[in-house]
């Protein structure tokens, strides 16, 4: 069985008595960490008026990281492409590479990542409908390729960077469509698991190679708390459970801090729902955390996990990540 690579996705948590600046030092810091650690990339998601979350200026904070880094791939995880123009999102990666060669991602989700009245605020009175996305993803496969002779747009900085376009999704529909265009695929498994396998199996058999990728390559995403103990990692993880609680039941907040018992408190279909949205989560000791990366390699073979972590207290979480990487091995 391969090992999978390491990468982290980051969502910027904005955590109680904390500040968004804070929240982006804390993001400079875990990313370097990942460096040292011989993790592969390290991707911030988008989201937008959510009170726990500063990473809503995704292609800024990817520049910033890039420039605090020497080495790993930075990227996002991904733009969402109905609340961008291509051409827009062209000269922001086409900039972005020229800056940090070889080392700038473009994932691309077709969410909106957040409400419908932000999503207003974003892209004003326009309509986006299913075909829109494929067809984004084609103009910005063009506008990221050489220029051809008579093109009518050029993005400058971006075209001839082929910034590597990565297709994400949560469901089946960009597994589809990634196969199709013969690109890399990342699963949002690190908070909707329940199509992962189906998503997987469809993008392998209807993969058509391209000139960007001969083969299929998966990317999964992995909730993480790690600690030294099974006993700490479960008290660590309440942080997490508590915001997906303020998902679910919509009342997000602020990341808080840890709760003994905070699972025990809660009533059996809040449970529930919180089980079912961090089914895939690796929470324990070392042990456990090798035994479950061992689990889902085996169940996905998948080429890369991209681990999301958000540990209340930043230096824990920076050796949730060390633990993660003795387990796996990154950077062997």
């Known amino acids: 069985m391969k090992t999978p ?3 982290m996705l980051d969502l910027v948590a904005v955590r109680e008595g904390g500040t968004p600046a804070e929240a982006i030092a804390t993001t400079v810091r875990t990313a370097r960490k990942a460096e040292q650690l011989g993790f592969a990339r390290y991707w911030l998601a988008e989201h937008h008026n959510m ?12 520049g910033h990281v890039a420039g605090q880094t020497a080495r790993i791939r930075v990227g996002s995880g ?3 492409l109905p609340n961008h123009a291509p051409l827009v999102v062209a000269e922001a990666f ?3 590479a020229s800056l940090y060669p070889g080392r700038i991602d473009l994932g691309l989700g077709r969410a909106p990542g957040t ?3 932000t999503m207003r605020a974003l892209r004003r009175d326009r309509v986006e409908t299913e075909a829109d996305f494929p067809r ?3 103009e910005l496969q063009r506008l990221l390729g050489p220029a051809q002779p008579g093109q009518a747009i050029t ?9 590597p376009i990565w297709l994400l999704g949560s469901s089946l529909f960009s597994a589809q469509l990634a196969a199709e265009r013969g690109l890399p695929y990342a699963f949002a498994s690190h908070f909707a698991p329940r199509l992962l396998l189906p998503a997987l199996e469809l993008y392998r058999r209807q993969f058509r190679p391209s000139k960007v990728l001969a083969k299929p390559y ?10 030294p103990t099974d006993e700490e990692a479960e008290l660590l993880a309440s942080s997490i459970q508590q915001r997906v609680l303020g998902i679910v039941t919509g009342r997000r907040g602020l990341l808080a801090p840890p709760v003994p018992g905070f699972m025990a408190s809660l009533g059996e279909a809040e449970r529930s729902a919180i089980a079912d949205f961090l089914a895939l989560a690796v929470i324990g000791g070392p042990d456990t955390v090798r035994e479950g990366f061992a689990a889902i390699a085996r169940a996905t073979q998948a080429d890369e996990f991209m681990l999301s972590c958000d540990v209340f207290e930043p230096a824990l979480r920076l050796r949730s990540l060390e633990i993660a990487a003795q387990a796996l091995g990154a950077g062997d």
Not at 51 to 62: D, E, K, M, Q
Not at 155 to 163: I, N, S
């Open 5 to 7: 690579k390491l990468s």
């Open 51 to 62: 009170p726990g979350i500063a990473s809503s200026a995704t292609a800024v904070l990817v």
């Open 78 to 80: 991904g733009v969402m």
């Open 94 to 96: 086409g900039t972005l």
């Open 115 to 117: 409400d419908r009245a």
């Open 136 to 138: 984004d993803v084609a």
């Open 155 to 163: 993005a400058v900085p971006g075209a001839g960077t082929e910034v």
């Open 218 to 227: 998966t990317l999964i995403g992995v909730p993480l708390v790690a600690a």
